[in-house]
């Protein structure tokens, strides 16, 4: 279960630091260059989730060794 908590918090963390540019960048300087790096911080973001939610996921199933 550790390496879906530290998914979580590398989310949570890339989602403290981009939350002022993401409401910046939406108000006030809105142009390609800027989308586009908030297009892909909002890809980082979802992937680190989807990956944190299939490490939970995966967490709960038995591991099984063929001898």
């Given at each position: 279960?550790?390496?879906?908590?530290?998914?979580?918090?590398?989310?949570?963390?890339?989602?403290?630091?981009?939350?002022?540019?993401?409401?910046?960048?939406?108000?006030?300087?809105?142009?390609?260059?800027n989308m586009?790096?908030?297009?892909s911080a909002?890809?980082?973001?979802?992937?680190?989730?989807?990956?944190?939610?299939?490490?939970?996921?995966?967490?709960?199933?038995?591991?099984?060794?063929?001898?």
């Open positions: 279960m550790l390496a879906p908590v530290c998914l979580i918090v590398a989310a949570l963390n890339l989602v403290n630091s981009r939350i002022n540019g993401v409401a910046a960048i939406m108000t006030f300087e809105n142009n390609a260059q586009a790096d908030l297009q909002i890809i980082a973001i979802a992937a680190l989730i989807a990956a944190a939610v299939l490490a939970v996921f995966k967490a709960f199933f038995d591991v099984k060794k063929e001898a």
